[in-house]
């Protein structure tokens, strides 16, 4: 069995934030890791991480700096975490979810650039448990803790690429449509139109889209 080994992988990019509820916190929710070679010539299990550590204490640094100057070195004299996360696996890939430290004007910054986009990575820190030495050099592991995660300024992956581009649209489409529904048998109900030859299904309709509504509210 192979010694435990420390790693720090750049990956990922944001997915684009909904807007929060009114006096909730906004969380910026980050692709952290899927399970094809990083640039490290690792593999890791995107079913082996362990979480509950990092979940119990969730540091979100900016550029791995905790006060030893970083991977990168950045100089910050007032080192302190700029927020807080929650790791959790979902299908093929680990994500996180960030809320920024809204007391912290260095956090406040960050967070800024990542909303407009100028920010857009985050890379985890980790140590493997159980790992095997791969075709590339590298290795395969089946089992690492999460540590802690950053946003940083260079993502390291070649496959740094939003990840809900295309569920948005699809989103804003059925919230459109679930719209158009609701305003028409709205009008209907109104102007005392004929009555429709079924109006349990209108009124299953209405319904339905006036969930539909109400579930993307929930989201947000």
Not at 69 to 81: I, N, S, Y
Not at 141 to 146: F, I, R, W
Request: charged share 30%; aromatic share 8%; glycine share 6%.
């Amino acid at each position: 069995m192979p010694a435990p080994l420390s790693r720090a992988r750049l990956f990922t990019v944001q997915k684009d934030a909904p807007a929060p509820a009114e006096g909730a916190p906004r969380l910026h929710t980050f692709r952290a890791n899927d399970g094809d070679f990083d640039r490290y010539n690792d593999r890791l299990s995107v079913q082996g991480w362990m979480l509950d550590a990092f979940n119990a204490n969730p540091v979100v640094l900016y550029n791995h700096d905790d006060g030893s100057g970083g991977l990168f070195g950045t100089g910050r004299k007032d080192v302190l975490p700029i927020g807080k996360g929650r790791a959790y696996v979902q299908g093929d890939a680990l994500l996180v979810d960030i809320e920024f430290d809204q007391d912290d004007d260095f956090a406040r910054k960050v967070e800024s650039k990542v909303a407009r986009g100028i920010l857009n990575a985050v890379s985890v820190r980790y140590l493997m448990h159980r790992y095997h030495e791969n075709e590339r050099g590298g290795f395969d592991c089946e089992q690492q803790e999460l540590l802690e995660i950053s946003v940083v300024t260079i993502p390291g992956n070649q496959r740094a690429v939003r990840v809900k581009e295309l569920a948005d649209e699809r989103a804003a489409f059925i919230q459109d449509v679930a719209k158009a529904v609701v305003a028409t048998l709205d009008e209907r109900e109104r102007s005392n139109a004929a009555p429709p030859p079924a109006p349990d299904v209108n009124a299953l309709a209405k319904h339905t889209a006036e969930a539909l509504l109400q579930h993307f509210k929930e989201m947000r």
